[in-house]
């Protein structure tokens, strides 16, 4: 067979395999499809199917096919994250900023110190720590994918729970949006490369003076043009970021943060989203799968993972609770943010493959995060959904 054919072959098992898994088994409750992407990529990478039948995955997954996925995954991410950065609304965090900012900062603050104290302890070990970081490096990027939160994936889940447009869906979303920012402001005080400091502030100077003009001419644009122009400015911004050595998700997500949401559709920007989750990301989560690596001992990515979980979920439950104290928030209300907030998926996988890609972390310590990021979001509905319910009982009977 040729390259296209096997190509083709890869497509199918790609789209086939997770949607058989979620609809026959009916995990979506407890998985969504997204998650069970995850999943498959995991199981078809060459920790799991590449050692039980390595001329199978050699055959499909050759070289050459790889690198076609590659490509697409990398246009799938960037089209994703520059998403998340359109729809960030900061005139809302900043209406609301006493509240935001207290939230915020807790829901950040906290599990960024019990990840970064997990990852003092993985220091002690040798598999870890990628060949090319400082230890702060490592520490901080590992502290930091411990406090994200998937703000694309959390929106998701807030529409299944049917809260998204609700008052508390929308404060939700204030504070994410706010940890968004530090997170992608945190990745870039890690990526940076004191060798090529001149690129970077060039990047950051020019970038800011572009964007003056960029505003101004997308305001003048009907706005099915904005979307092509959009588009073409995405691939600039990442090239100039990559070029910097910043990477060119940095690059993806400044494209987006300078975009105002209100100059899209909403019901469009939600219907993109979707489409880029259906057509194109499943390729970037397999891809994902192909970077899982059990050299070091299924047991101790197994037990980094768990570590790297208790540090995430309970720096997140802890932060928020603290800040439900300070705000006074009514019974119940802390653990159901909470909860939410801790959800991880793909933007700490992509955050993770950024920190694997600079070799700040190993093949190892992507797994064991991988799976960290798997859990976190597996947990979220199935813990929220009855704490919602029971909520919504108790306000029905008050009124």
């Not at 098992?13 to 979620?22: A, E, G, H, N, S």
């Not at 192909?290 to 802890?318: H, I, P, Q």
Request: aromatic letters at 12%; glycine letters at 8%.
């Amino acid at each position: 067979m040729n390259t296209t054919e096997i190509f083709l072959i890869a497509m199918a098992i790609i789209f086939t395999v997770p949607y058989l898994i979620w609809r026959v088994g009916k995990t979506d409750y407890y998985a969504p499809l997204v998650v069970v992407q995850i999943l498959t990529g995991i199981l078809l990478g060459p920790g799991i199917l590449g050692k039980a039948f390595p001329e199978y995955y050699q055959f499909v997954f050759s070289a050459p096919v790889i690198q076609s996925l590659n490509g697409i995954a990398w246009w799938a991410v960037m089209l994703f994250v520059m998403i998340a950065g359109i729809e960030l609304d900061l005139s809302k965090a900043w209406a609301y900023r006493r509240e935001s900012s207290v939230t915020a900062g807790l829901a950040l603050g906290t599990p960024l110190l019990f990840g970064c104290a997990a990852a003092l302890l993985l220091l002690n070990g040798s598999s870890w720590m990628g060949p090319k970081a400082l230890s702060w490096q490592f520490v901080l990027g590992v502290g930091m994918a411990c406090a994200v939160t998937a703000l694309p994936i959390l929106i998701l889940l807030m529409e299944k729970l049917d809260i998204l447009r609700q008052p508390l869906g929308q404060r939700i979303l204030r504070y994410a949006s706010l940890d968004d920012i530090a997170i992608w402001g945190v990745l870039a005080l890690i990526l940076m490369d004191w060798d090529r400091v001149g690129r970077q502030v060039v990047f950051l100077l020019t970038f800011t003076l572009v964007c003056v003009f960029f505003r101004k001419g997308m305001r003048c644009l009907q706005e099915r043009d904005r979307w092509y122009v959009a588009l073409i400015w995405l691939a600039v911004v990442a090239f100039g970021a990559d070029w910097a050595g910043l990477h060119f998700m940095v690059g993806a997500f400044l494209a987006g943060a300078v975009m105002d949401s209100d100059w899209f559709d909403q019901e469009k920007m939600d219907l993109l989203r979707h489409h880029v989750l259906l057509v194109l990301m499943p390729v970037f989560f397999l891809s994902t799968g192909l970077r899982t690596n059990w050299d070091v001992g299924g047991v101790a990515v197994f037990g980094v993972a768990a570590l790297l979980l208790v540090a995430s979920v309970s720096g997140k439950l802890l932060g928020i609770r603290l800040a439900g104290r300070i705000l006074n928030w009514p019974a119940g209300e802390a653990s159901i943010i909470g909860w939410l907030l801790q959800t991880k998926a793909l933007i700490m996988i992509i955050f993770a493959n950024i920190l694997l890609d600079k070799q700040i972390i190993t093949h190892e310590t992507f797994t064991a995060l991988l799976l960290m990021a798997v859990a976190s979001t597996m947990l979220t509905v199935p813990m929220v959904a009855p704490q919602l319910q029971g909520l919504k009982a108790l306000m029905t009977k008050a009124a």
